[in-house]
């Protein structure tokens, strides 16, 4: 949650990228692309023999085409290479991946040159981010979205109602599993081929997908006040606060449906559009215009204009003949949101609504701003930035983590902004109990299972990973000197004397190497002594499990506001930073071996 900028980690280029893999050459066919398109990029950064750039563009070639098998966005610029459709930004793009190969200076070299560990550009993460902040407004959605980029991915979903140490559920060595609960927390992790119980530990990233927001209260419906339709909403955390006056929000969120046959479903709702608004009272009102605003009183969203009278009984006849009798969930709602409620979950009869957990949110889009698209303009920052990029780090380190003898997760929480302490909370038993059950699994009939249990953690490294703050270049002065993170640099790692954060020194050597070997720069954030710490999952899931842990997050501006600012390049970083985690874990943690 917090920043400083002493870089902690080697910075790095896009010249100079970090490659690994495993053995094996490829012909230049296997890459769908044409010789001469590869001669002319090569021969741009050779200063061979025509007759070597030939066996250097079969080099080229050949990691290319080993490297795209697993990056479809390398798959999709070569493509559009090889046909010359290719833009001047996307030959660029196509450039600096070929940048990142090492030459072969003779032919045995390259019969034997290592496969390529290419990695993206930065920017490539940029409008995918944007894209998954536009798409899901609500925590619900955006387990949803990472559950179906997983299912996407081969991972296998579990339930926890049943056993995953026999029958369908079993765990396997190199297997790819999620779990969600609540349908607001999620956790997937991948399993070594070379697991063993006890001895390996697990790299882990936690972060939280929920946000400031206002929840519709249980009873929604509000008597009119001056012909305005009013709904009765709560905060959520510090929402409702100025940043929420004058915003266009939609309403979004689950509904509980009852079938016909009795059975209880979950569905999401989305109305994207500007339903609601909270209007502020002009300025020529005087001081009542200044603040503070009661929540309850002066803050109630406007969702309509009543009708006349004839249009009001038309409307309550309506609900009521399809379902909305007295009594029901339904009636205690809005007539009209009930019914655009029903219609975009597909119900019509209107009892079979039995419950909701609906919230605003600003349906402005996020979008890539400044002079030259430097930044992200976005709701909902706050924490989505660092969980989608350590989804990312997982699902792209997948291939390496199959072959390791660790387990790779990462635990994406709801309620982090409320304290935890819900059972899809952090502070509850979510990723203890999963990381147990794992154990559980491959632990076979071994003797002392809490002992092994102990050991594993012990062997574990956890990332808690949330957003910190960005240098404000108009408020400086509220800073520390060294401490002011910057965007488009990397991730920062957060520091607390009093245990906010749960950073220490060794937690941060650790992810200090896995930096340098990925080639990413560490920034540092501490607060002022005169101002008030924030908080995040790390103290509570450490202490929980006694696992060694670092805070460590992108930076952001305008941190619970409706929108706030972060990087356009910071996605990425943060993608390759938590990529790096999962691939050198064990590397790294063999450095710290000696060290309880």
């Not at 997982?394 to 819900?422: N, P, Y």
């Not at 920062?492 to 930096?515: R, V």
Request: proline share 4%; net charge negative.
């Amino acid at each position: 949650m917090f920043t400083m900028t002493r870089n902690i980690g080697s910075s790095t280029s896009s010249s100079s990228r970090r490659v690994s893999g495993s053995r094996s050459m490829l012909d230049l066919r296997n890459a769908a692309l044409p010789l001469e398109s590869t001669e002319q990029l090569s021969a741009s950064t050779s200063a061979m023999p025509r007759s070597d750039n030939k066996q250097a563009t079969l080099h080229i070639g050949g990691h290319l085409a080993a490297a795209a098998s697993a990056d479809q966005r390398l798959k999709e610029l070569l493509v559009r290479v090889a046909s010359g459709v290719a833009n001047h930004a996307e030959l660029a793009e196509f450039k600096s991946y070929v940048s990142a190969i090492p030459s072969a200076s003779d032919e045995s070299e390259r019969e034997h040159a290592p496969i390529p560990r290419i990695e993206k550009p930065a920017a490539s993460y940029t409008q995918p981010f944007l894209d998954f902040i536009n798409e899901n407004p609500t925590v619900f959605h955006t387990v949803a979205y990472f559950e179906d980029k997983l299912e996407k991915e081969g991972f296998v979903k579990l339930n926890e109602r049943v056993s995953w140490a026999n029958g369908d559920s079993k765990l396997k060595k190199g297997g790819k599993y999620y779990i969600s609960r609540n349908g607001s927390s999620l956790i997937a992790f991948v399993v070594g081929e070379q697991y063993k119980v006890g001895e390996s530990g697990v790299a882990m990233i936690a972060g939280h997908v929920d946000a400031l927001t206002a929840r519709l209260k249980p009873v929604s419906k509000r008597s009119s006040v001056q012909g305005f339709t009013l709904l009765g909403v709560a905060p959520y955390a510090g929402a409702l606060n100025n940043t929420w006056f004058d915003r266009d929000l939609g309403i979004g969120g689950r509904v509980i449906v009852k079938g016909a046959n009795g059975k209880v479903s979950s569905k999401l709702v989305k109305l994207d559009w500007p339903i609601a608004r909270i209007p502020t009272l002009a300025p020529h009102f005087g001081l009542p215009s200044a603040g503070p605003f009661n929540k309850e009183t002066q803050m109630a969203p406007i969702i309509g204009i009543d009708g006349s009278s004839e249009d009001q009984k038309a409307l309550e006849e309506h609900v009521l003949s399809h379902g909305a009798t007295a009594g029901t969930f339904a009636s205690q709602q809005p007539a009209r949101l009930v019914q655009l409620i029903a219609n975009e979950v597909g119900v019509t009869d209107y009892s079979s609504i039995i419950n909701w957990e609906l919230e605003l949110f600003d349906t402005q889009t996020a979008v890539a701003g400044g002079m030259n698209k430097e930044f992200i303009f976005a709701p909902r920052i706050d924490d989505k930035l660092c969980s989608w990029a350590a989804a990312e780090g997982l699902i792209e380190a997948t291939s390496a983590v199959e072959k390791s003898s660790s387990i790779a997760l990462v635990g994406l929480f709801d309620d982090e902004e409320i304290g935890s302490r819900l059972r899809q909370g952090a502070a509850g038993n979510f990723l203890p109990g999963t990381v147990e059950r794992i154990v559980d699994a491959f632990a076979g009939e071994c003797e002392g299972r809490s002992n092994l249990l102990s050991q594993t953690y012990a062997n574990s490294f956890l990332v808690s990973a949330d957003v910190t703050h960005a240098v404000n270049p108009n408020f400086v002065s509220a800073y520390l000197t060294d401490h002011m993170p910057k965007l488009n640099v990397g991730i920062t790692i957060a520091a607390d004397s009093n245990g906010h954060m749960t950073t220490d020194s060794l937690s941060s050597a650790f992810l200090s190497e896995i930096a340098k070997k990925s080639h990413s720069e560490l920034q540092v954030f501490q607060i002022r002594n005169d101002s008030r710490s924030g908080g995040t999952v790390g103290p509570m899931l450490s202490s929980a499990m006694g696992v060694r842990a670092v805070d460590a997050g992108l930076p952001q501006l305008s941190m619970h506001s409706i929108r706030a600012t972060t990087g356009a390049l910071d996605p990425g970083l943060g993608a390759r930073l938590f990529r790096g985690f999962y691939e050198f874990f064990e590397e790294v943690d063999a450095q710290f071996k000696d060290i309880a």
